[in-house]
Structures are given as C-alpha cells and as structure tokens.
C-alpha cells in the first residue's frame, strides 16, 4: 500500500533561513508526489509535485522539492523563510485504483511551520 | 478564473440529521473528488467522480454517498449524522483521473455535528 510520513510535527524556522520540511514514501512502482499548504481555516493549495525527470521540482511561492529515490524521501524546501510562510504542509503521494481508472491523494499527518521574525 | 467552489461555508446539524455537500469544480475539469479532514490530521479520501461515475470510494459508510452531475458538479450527502462526522469536507477537482492530473482543492464546508 502507498503511504507517506512526516517526520516532524513541527518546523521552527528564523525569517530568512532555509526551510525543509520532511517527507519519506512507500510505494509500489514509480511514485507520483505532491506538496499542498493549509492556511487556518481554508482548503489545500498546491504547490508542486515530481511525476518523473528533474530530482528538484519547483514549485509556487519560491518552494521546492527534492526527489531521492534512495532515501525514499521528497522534502521540500526553500531557500529564505517568510513569516508569512507559516502554515501547515501536507505531503501526499498518488494511490491509483484497480485498471488505474482514477486515483486518490493519500496525505501525510502534516508539518505546522512556524517562521519567525 | 474561478477555483473549485464549495457550498455552504460553515453548517451545523444534529445526531441523525442529513446533510448535503456542494461543489464546483474549475472550468474544464471533469474529475471531482471529495476528502474529509478532522481536526489535527490530514484529508482522508472519501469518493472520486469522472464523468459522472464514480471512480473511487474510500474506507467510509454506506452513510455517505455523492454524485456528479452532467456540468460536472458535485453533492456528498452524509445521512443519520453522527457526533464523528465533524470534520471540514473538501473538495477537489483535475483534468481528469489520471495519475499525473493535479486535484485543486476548494475552500472546505466546516460541518459541526451536535
């Protein structure tokens, strides 16, 4: 069965130091990744995802992620934190069904990142 | 252009009470899929629609059910409410069911059970 792990509960990072917010997988077959954000009370936002070619995705906002199939992991990524940045990361990995008629997001249990000042 | 859009907003209902969900997925899109997500832990999928099939049904009662309709809308209706079914409810839409096609999410519905 698909799944992901986050790691953490919780990122703490300065404003303008480098985040990463951790992610591993577990797949049968190549793997299709996604990052999303959750602001208080609103719904997910994309922000990328790796289907296949280039380990580092971009993304939106200044977001990136990077694919290591050894180590099973996308961690996302950003160079230099805002505050505004401060949010809820979820990772998810694509779960297809039988004859791969559809498929469903299978999410991670979420990063609260915390920037600050 | 306009994202998915949800309806109502924020909805409370009692124990055993039924409740109707409502969603607009982006232009162009034909696939709709719906997630319920409580509070502290990430979405949990519930049903995937394309072309007004059903796709895809998650590990939930017979309690809940949905439908697409033919401009690719969508209704999750929950029946006989439970205390547990408090969660907020979001809905999603792509291109299609393809493994590649991105799911955008909409704003959520907030459903409190009493």
């Known amino acids: 069965a698909q799944s992901v792990a986050q790691p953490e509960d919780q990122v703490n990072v300065a404003e303008g130091n480098p985040l990463t917010v951790k992610c591993t997988y577990s797949?049968?077959?190549?793997?299709?990744l996604f990052w999303y954000v959750q602001y208080p009370n609103r719904g997910l936002q994309f922000l990328l995802k790796y289907i296949t070619g280039d380990n580092l995705v971009k993304g939106s906002y200044g977001f990136e992620a990077e694919f290591n199939k050894s180590q099973t992991s996308f961690h996302l990524k950003k160079p230099s934190a805002l505050v505004s940045d401060s949010a809820l990361y979820f990772c998810?990995?694509?779960?297809?069904?039988?004859?791969?008629?559809?498929?469903?997001?299978?999410f991670g249990q979420g990063t609260e990142l915390s920037v600050k000042p | 252009d306009a994202g998915v859009t949800q309806s109502p907003t924020h909805l409370i209902k009692t124990r055993g009470q039924h409740v109707t969900l409502r969603c607009s997925p982006i232009?162009?899109?034909?696939?709709v899929s719906w997630y319920q997500q409580v509070l502290g832990q990430g979405p949990q999928f519930i049903f995937q629609y394309y072309e007004k099939e059903e796709r895809g049904r998650g590990n939930f009662p017979d309690r809940f059910s949905a439908r697409q309709f033919p401009n690719y809308s969508s209704e999750l209706n929950v029946n006989a409410l439970l205390l547990g079914d408090s969660a907020l409810y979001l809905c999603a839409s792509s291109l299609g069911p393809d493994r590649t096609d991105t799911q955008y999410f909409g704003p959520g519905t907030r459903l409190t059970v009493l």
């Open positions: 797949v049968s077959g190549n793997p299709y």
């Open positions: 998810a990995v694509r779960d297809m069904f039988r004859h791969n008629q559809g498929g469903k997001l299978i």
């Open positions: 232009s162009g899109h034909k696939s």
